[in-house]
T-cell receptor, first 113, second 112 residues
Framework: SAVISQKPSRDICQRGTSLTIQCQVD?????MFWYRQQPGQSLTLIAT?????????ESGFVIDKFPISRPNLTFSTLTVSNMSPEDSSIYLC??????????FGEGSRLTVL | DAKTTQPPSMDCAEGRAANLPCNHS???????VYWYRQIHSQGPQYIIH???NNETNEMASLIITEDRKSSTLILPHATLRDTAVYYC?????????????FGTGTRLTVIP
């Protein structure tokens, strides 16, 4: 199984600032995803982090707001840009090697004031 | 978009089997059925997955109907620690296929 570490685990940020969340996997994986989970809701897929190329974003999410990097097979970052209170959520990284299971990090809980 | 339908909530008595249904009537031939659960404030935890055959591991059993349009996750002896939201997901599970979408899940409450 893969172990996924996310940093920070939680943060409180001011409106208009940006925060970068890091995701580190302890083994090489073929797929990495970023999700958002708003309070009391299910997980919503933000994008697929592609190694060495631009991420693939889902409807409603854009690169200017959520830039993603994936420089190698074990690491990815998600930036939440120009934050507003509506961005307060848990952001989750998942990773794995198909067709086996995906593993999830414990999430980064973001509060925007 | 999620391709599965699950009941929003279920209760189960501690020590009894919990049977969680999932409908995935539009599943295609090469899509897998995955089950995850999320205990409050934690990241989702993988439980089991299958393609056509029934599967069993140390956590649960997965029963997939012959037409693959529905499945049931079975927790054989539910404990209080099994209280969680359970997600049934249909996924192509191929590199380049990014359609791993979560539905609303079933909130299972195990009652003492």
């Amino acid at each position: 199984s893969a172990v996924i570490s996310q940093k920070p685990s939680r943060d409180i940020c001011q409106r208009g600032t940006s925060l970068t969340i890091q995701c580190q996997v302890d083994s090489q994986v073929t797929m990495m995803f970023w999700y958002r989970q708003q309070p009391g809701q299910s997980l919503t897929l933000i994008a697929t982090a592609n190694q060495g190329s631009e991420a693939t974003y889902e409807s409603g999410f854009v690169i200017d707001k959520f830039p993603i990097s994936r420089p190698n097979l074990t690491f990815s970052t998600l930036t939440v840009s120009n934050m507003s209170p509506e961005d307060s959520s848990i952001y989750l990284c998942s990773a794995g090697t198909v067709p086996r299971e995906l593993f999830f990090g414990e999430g980064s809980r973001l509060t925007v004031l | 978009d999620a391709k599965t339908t699950q009941p929003p909530s279920m209760d189960c008595a501690e020590g009894r089997a919990a049977n969680l249904p999932c409908n995935h009537s539009t599943i295609s031939g090469n899509e897998y059925v995955y089950w995850y659960r999320q205990i409050h404030s934690q990241g989702p935890q993988y439980i089991i997955h299958g393609l056509k055959n029934n599967e069993t591991n140390e956590m649960a059993s997965l029963i997939i109907t012959e037409d693959r349009k529905s499945s049931t996750l079975i927790l054989p002896h539910a404990t209080l620690r099994d209280t969680a939201v359970y997600y049934c997901i249909v996924w192509l599970a191929q590199t380049g296929a990014n359609n791993l979408f979560f539905g609303t899940g079933t909130r299972l409450t195990v009652i003492p």
